[in-house]
């Protein structure tokens, strides 16, 4: 399965990331894709589901087999309430919507937005490929409850928007690897550039590194590799969700 890590909107509609784009099963984008904190301290990228800052998303999976993840915006619902919200497109419409449900204080997000509070996973459908998967942002990588639950669904790709600043990346680096390890799951963390982002990597189901940007950190669009049969390969020698005791009366095979 083929992964994009988007890190512009310009990849959306420009020509020359065309034939890119239609290589892959999955894209993704970081968290607060307009503008970022900087934009709503000044009182800008507020979003609707209905407004134009989506269509350019929903556009591009209209003709291809493209699962894309608008990183996350602030969005406001039909009541007087904002959430940081990751929605994912397929077939021209949404397909999957998840609202961010740890608040950074720091940063203001408990001044912006209402945590979210439904936590599922959606199916992933493309050629060959089929499975399970989840999404967080940023804060909530810090919160492994919260990632086991998705895999006790089932989720088998973890795809993490954020804007992590480069200043804690080691935390950044070994929670996204920990939470691959611990749950034998796919996880890709596409982090901000700029001032308020920092490195982007995936891991596979036993912790390696597949894909870091480190070397190419300015390149808007990069692209990951994964092999789906990795997730039975980890699973091998051990069966950490099967195995774990407190989880046995809730396990979902």
Same mark, same amino acid.
């Given at each position: 399965?083929?992964?994009?890590?988007?890190?512009?909107?310009?990849?959306?509609?420009?020509?020359?990331?065309?034939?890119?784009?239609?290589?892959?099963?999955?894209?993704?984008?970081?968290?607060?894709?307009?503008?970022?904190?900087?934009?709503?301290?000044?009182?800008?990228?507020?979003?609707?589901?209905?407004?134009?800052?989506?269509?350019?998303?929903?556009?591009?999976?209209?003709?291809?087999?493209?699962?894309?993840v608008a990183g996350s915006a602030c969005l406001k619902d039909s009541a007087s309430f904002y959430t940081n919200t990751s929605l994912v497109f397929a077939h021209g419409r949404v397909v999957h919507r998840?609202?961010?449900?740890?608040?950074?204080?720091?940063?203001?997000?408990?001044?912006?937005?209402?945590?979210?509070?439904?936590?599922?996973?959606?199916?992933?459908?493309?050629?060959?490929?089929?499975?399970?998967?989840?999404?967080?942002?940023?804060?909530?990588?810090?919160?492994?409850?919260?990632?086991? $639950?998705?895999? !006790?669904?089932?989720? /088998? *790709?973890?795809?993490?928007?954020?804007?992590?600043?480069?200043? @804690? &990346?080691?935390?950044?680096?070994?929670?996204?690897?920990?939470?691959?390890?611990?749950?034998?799951?796919?996880?890709?963390?596409?982090?901000?550039?700029?001032?308020?982002?920092?490195?982007?990597?995936?891991?596979?189901?036993?912790?390696?590194?597949?894909?870091?940007?480190?070397?190419?950190?300015?390149?808007?669009?990069? $692209?990951?590799? !994964?092999?789906?049969? /990795? *997730?039975?390969?980890?699973?091998?020698?051990?069966?950490?969700? @099967? &195995?774990?005791?407190?989880?046995?009366?809730?396990?979902?095979?």
């Amino acid at each position: 399965m083929n992964v994009g890590l988007a890190f512009d909107r310009s990849v959306l509609s420009q020509p020359r990331f065309a034939a890119s784009v239609r290589s892959l099963d999955v894209l993704l984008f970081p968290e607060l894709m307009d503008g970022g904190y900087a934009a709503l301290k000044l009182g800008e990228g507020r979003h609707t589901t209905r407004d134009a800052f989506f269509d350019d998303f929903r556009n591009l999976t209209r003709n291809l087999s493209l699962y894309c993840v608008a990183g996350s915006a602030c969005l406001k619902d039909s009541a007087s309430f904002y959430t940081n919200t990751s929605l994912v497109f397929a077939h021209g419409r949404v397909v999957h919507r998840y609202d961010k449900v740890h608040l950074f204080a720091p940063t203001g997000d408990t001044d912006y937005f209402t945590p979210g509070k439904t936590i599922r996973t959606f199916t992933i459908v493309g050629g060959r490929h089929k499975l399970r998967a989840g999404i967080i942002i940023c804060y909530d990588l810090r919160f492994p409850e919260l990632v086991r $639950r998705l895999a !006790i669904q089932g989720m /088998q *790709l973890l795809l993490v928007p954020a804007r992590w600043p480069r200043a @804690r &990346d080691d935390a950044w680096f070994t929670l996204l690897k920990s939470r691959a390890i611990e749950n034998q799951i796919f996880v890709v963390g596409c982090n901000a550039l700029g001032e308020e982002g920092g490195y982007s990597y995936v891991f596979d189901p036993r912790g390696k590194l597949l894909y870091s940007n480190r070397r190419a950190y300015n390149k808007v669009l990069q $692209r990951c590799t !994964i092999d789906l049969r /990795q *997730l039975e390969v980890a699973r091998v020698l051990h069966n950490n969700l @099967r &195995d774990a005791v407190l989880l046995r009366s809730s396990y979902r095979r």
